[in-house]
């Protein structure tokens, strides 16, 4: 079999975009729509992959000349689809610590227009332990901070040399929090004021919200070499994630930040926008709302894993009633755009490729349901006049699931047909269900846990009725009966 080096073909473009951060998410999200809008035309740069940390590798992208595959696999358009690209507009792979006058010279790029950084939530916070003087600092804004300085005094503060910073960090304002702490890293060091005014008029921090699924480097016996038979080489960077990609960029200046960068210019996933609440609120309720709505109750009914759920004529019914009835109606962006979307995500719960456990999107639930359901349960109730029944009744399910495990060792145990699972979440939500499971009245219990909800939920005219009618039922009669009875409920 040929190895990658043998097929790749590197073009000769200039280094436009520098990336904290090597995995995989990256190199299937942002990376492999680089290479298509350099394919297209509409954009002409490479990329520099920088390693944050000390700690990891980057023997394999120097092995393979930085080229890789991303093969999207899934559900697209009513088809199964599975797509491979080479992707070779990653040109260089540089250690921030082992590397660092390397690194430091990337600041020094003439041709530099574009920052990407995915650091993990964690690495976008603030140590005051940092110095200028350390080579490089330990935190990631403490590293950018220093390469932006340097940036700004090889070019003596040149307005037409700041960068666009584009932080995919899974937290909400990432790119306010990435400012914050550069600047405070600027306070800090004694930086002179003049490098605070060349950030804020030459520089663009935008906020991101990204959607892709990407599951990383085939995993399971043989399973990368079935890809290498797929491809045709050897590759042992490939990276997997699904068709669908968002990518929602906010910046105050859209039609400047499109003249860096425009990926929606050949085709792709790409919206910049001067508020991405809208777009952050329709992922966390429908993909995110519609996982926490069914999943503790579908898997106390015996299901195991997402795609089948699609398939269930129990539990389909419930999503789709949770989802196209109850949940779309409270997004506040055109219904053509939600109902779009809300498709594609059913086509995503229904991937081939990848089995989603349920038992791990249960994994926090409570405060993930505070997050992703109630929002619209009490959008709906203000909307209507009334609760949405398949909403109200994924609470009931969240509460049996809970209730469903056993104290043992500190934690939660059940045992669904003789198969253990362990039920996971803050000590505080453990401790609850430890004390009260048995309690006849745990629904309006677990409601009035304000410490939970953020408000005192049988304070909502009705529920605590409703929600008890529903954790009856799943009791008595079991969560299957619940989800059924629930879909074919009238409103």
């Known amino acids: 079999m040929r190895d990658i080096k043998e097929i790749g073909k590197r073009t000769n473009r200039p280094l436009r975009v520098v990336q904290f951060g090597e995995g995989n998410f990256l190199r299937a999200f942002a990376d492999r729509m680089i290479d298509e809008a350099n394919e297209k035309g509409v954009f002409d740069g490479n990329i520099a992959i920088v390693k944050p940390i000390e700690y990891g590798t980057?023997?394999?992208?120097?092995?393979?000349?930085?080229?890789?595959?991303?093969?999207?696999?899934?559900?697209?358009?009513?088809?199964?689809?599975?797509?491979?690209?080479?992707?070779?507009?990653?040109?260089?792979?540089?250690?921030?610590?082992?590397?660092?006058?390397?690194?430091?010279?990337?600041?020094?790029?003439?041709?530099?227009?574009?920052?990407i950084s995915n650091t993990t939530e964690a690495g976008i916070a603030f140590d005051p332990d940092d110095r200028l003087d350390m080579e490089p600092p330990r935190s990631y804004p403490g590293k950018l901070t220093k390469f932006l300085f340097e940036r700004y005094e090889f070019f003596g503060g040149a307005g037409d040399r700041g960068l666009m910073i584009l932080p995919v960090e899974l937290i909400e304002n990432n790119g306010g929090a990435l400012y914050d702490c550069v600047t405070k890293y600027?306070?800090?060091?004694?930086?002179?004021?003049?490098?605070?005014?060349?950030?804020?008029?030459?520089?663009?921090?935008?906020?991101?919200?990204?959607?892709?699924?990407?599951?990383?480097?085939?995993?399971g016996d043989g399973e990368d070499g079935k890809i290498w038979?797929?491809?045709?080489?050897?590759?042992?960077?490939?990276?997997?994630?699904?068709?669908?990609?968002?990518?929602?960029?906010?910046?105050?200046?859209?039609?400047?930040?499109?003249?860096?960068?425009?990926?929606?210019?050949?085709?792709?996933?790409?919206?910049?926008t001067e508020n991405q609440?809208?777009?952050?609120?329709?992922?966390?309720?429908?993909?995110?709302?519609?996982?926490?709505s069914f999943c503790p109750t579908a898997f106390l009914a015996g299901r195991s894993i997402?795609?089948?759920?699609?398939?269930?004529?129990?539990?389909?019914?419930?999503?789709?009633?949770?989802?196209?009835?109850?949940?779309?109606?409270?997004?506040?962006?055109?219904?053509?755009?939600?109902?779009?979307?809300a498709d594609s995500v059913m086509e995503r719960f229904d991937n081939?490729?990848?089995?989603?456990?349920?038992?791990?999107?249960c994994l926090n639930s409570v405060s993930k349901w505070k997050a992703r359901v109630l929002p619209s349960l009490l959008?709906?109730?203000?909307?209507?006049?009334?609760?949405?029944?398949?909403?109200?009744?994924?609470?009931?399910?969240?509460?049996?699931?809970?209730?469903?495990?056993?104290?043992?060792?500190?934690?939660?145990?059940?045992?669904?047909?003789?198969?253990?699972?362990?039920?996971?979440?803050?000590?505080?939500?453990?401790s609850f269900f430890t004390e009260h499971r048995n309690d006849p009245d745990l629904i309006e219990q677990f409601a009035a846990r304000a410490d939970f909800w953020g408000r005192d939920l049988t304070e909502t005219p009705g529920f605590t009725d409703a929600a008890k009618r529903w954790y009856d039922l799943i009791v008595t009669e079991g969560a299957e009966a619940a989800l059924k009875k629930a879909a074919a409920e009238n409103d």
């Open 58 to 115: 980057l023997d394999l992208f120097r092995e393979q000349d930085c080229f890789y595959t991303a093969v999207l696999r899934g559900r697209e358009n009513g088809k199964t689809v599975s797509e491979a690209r080479l992707v070779t507009s990653v040109s260089r792979a540089v250690g921030a610590v082992e590397d660092y006058a390397e690194f430091m010279a990337l600041a020094r790029g003439e041709d530099l227009k574009i920052v």
């Open 306 to 341: 997402v795609r089948d759920c699609m398939r269930d004529p129990a539990v389909r019914p419930f999503i789709d009633r949770c989802v196209y009835r109850e949940i779309m109606p409270t997004v506040k962006l055109p219904a053509d755009e939600v109902k779009k979307f």
């Open 229 to 272: 038979e797929e491809i045709g080489y050897r590759d042992r960077l490939v990276t997997v994630g699904e068709p669908f990609a968002l990518w929602v960029i906010e910046t105050a200046d859209p039609e400047r930040a499109k003249k860096i960068f425009d990926p929606a210019a050949a085709g792709l996933p790409v919206i910049y």
């Open 186 to 219: 600027a306070a800090l060091w004694g930086l002179p004021d003049g490098f605070v005014r060349w950030l804020d008029t030459a520089c663009l921090f935008c906020s991101t919200l990204v959607d892709r699924i990407v599951t990383g480097y085939p995993k």
């Open 379 to 430: 959008d709906y109730r203000e909307m209507y006049g009334r609760l949405p029944e398949a909403l109200t009744m994924s609470f009931a399910g969240l509460c049996a699931f809970y209730a469903s495990g056993e104290p043992r060792d500190g934690g939660l145990w059940g045992d669904r047909n003789g198969e253990e699972y362990r039920i996971l979440d803050d000590g505080a939500v453990l």
């Open 352 to 361: 081939p490729f990848i089995d989603h456990a349920l038992i791990s999107i």
């Open 277 to 292: 609440k809208p777009y952050r609120e329709r992922k966390v309720r429908i993909l995110n709302g519609a996982h926490t």
